[in-house]
């Protein structure tokens, strides 16, 4: 029996899938521990870039439901958008989906220890500005900062972004 799902932990060659369904008061979403073959799932050919798993957080998927706890991922449907990077430690055209289907991203940087990086916020606001999802900022460690004139998320404020 095939049913839908959301992907919302990815592990080497599995999957946990929240199951969709009508839910009763004070019921959890079934939960599958499910597995996938990558030749099944993804089109290598239409692709420059191999994903190193082809399936990520957030992906909708269709699911063979095998029994109470465990099914195969049959189908990865279309991707609204997806925050990615290249692979760590690969060579060559391998990218890391780090999420998909992404409404808002909420971005956490320090005040102070370690001190506010411009550069680390820049990295995931370019990300966002590719796959048009809204961005927040989120200054954290404020009990650290001595100059109450010292903002410097300032920059963000005045461009538009929200920031807390």
Same mark, same amino acid.
């Given at each position: ?24 008061? +004070? ?15 993804? =089109? ?14 957030? @992906? ?6 095998? +029994?109470?706890? @465990? ?31 992404? =409404? ?8 102070? @220890?370690?001190?506010?990086?411009? +550069?680390?916020? =820049? ?26 004139? =010292? ?14």
């Amino acid at each position: 029996m095939m049913q839908t799902g959301v992907v919302s932990e990815v592990f080497p060659k599995m999957a946990k899938v929240l199951m969709d369904g009508e839910l009763q008061a +004070g019921e959890e979403r079934k939960k599958l521990l499910c597995t996938y073959r990558r030749a099944q799932v993804i =089109d290598q050919e239409r692709q420059e870039w191999r994903e190193r798993s082809p399936v990520a957080p957030g @992906d909708r998927v269709a699911v063979k439901v095998l +029994g109470s706890r @465990d099914g195969v991922i049959e189908e990865i449907y279309e991707r609204r958008n997806s925050i990615q990077r290249r692979a760590p430690g690969r060579e060559g055209n391998i990218l890391h989906t780090l999420a998909a289907n992404i =409404d808002h991203v909420v971005i956490v940087a320090s005040y102070a @220890d370690p001190k506010f990086s411009p +550069g680390f916020v =820049d990295r995931f606001l370019i990300a966002t500005e590719q796959a048009e999802i809204t961005p927040y900022l989120v200054v954290n460690k404020m009990d650290l900062r001595q100059d109450p004139n =010292d903002r410097p998320w300032k920059l963000y404020e005045d461009f538009g972004l929200k920031c807390f």
